[in-house]
């Protein structure tokens, strides 16, 4: 079983960039679809990105669609989420999670078998 670390969290203004990345340990990492999630204070657990096990198949939940890019490299065992012109409501804690059955690449989280610790992510208007 994999084990997930984010990074690339801070604060940004309206507009601007960040890069997350989703660096995992253990000799598996292929064998896991890989997706991210944020959650912001009072509101649920939300599907922001997802890739399937090789990176080919990419989805967005649609209010980051035409924003954010994820990419997946299996040889360095990484998954980054490029966010680009972040606004105030893409604030939260971003997790990776692993989910070796694909249901990740949907949006639900019910099948996740590694969750990350999460990476915080401010965007100031």
């Known amino acids: 079983q994999v084990q997930l670390v984010e990074s690339g969290g801070g604060m940004v203004q309206a507009g601007g960039s960040l890069r997350l990345s989703c660096a995992a340990s253990?000799?598996?990492?292929?064998?896991?679809?890989i997706g991210w999630f944020r959650q912001s204070p009072g509101k649920e657990r939300e599907f922001v990105a997802a890739t399937t096990w090789n990176g080919e198949a990419k989805y967005y939940a649609d209010s980051v669609k035409g924003r954010f890019t994820i990419s997946r490299d299996n040889a360095e065992n990484t998954v980054d989420l490029q966010m680009d012109n972040l606004q105030p409501e893409d604030s939260g804690v971003y997790y990776c999670?692993?989910?070796?059955?694909?249901?990740?690449?949907?949006?639900?989280?019910?099948?996740?078998?590694?969750w990350g610790q999460g990476t915080q992510v401010t965007v100031s208007s």
């Open positions: 999670a692993a989910d070796r059955s694909g249901s990740v690449v949907a949006g639900l989280t019910g099948n996740v078998d590694v």
């Open positions: 253990g000799s598996s990492f292929s064998t896991y679809c």
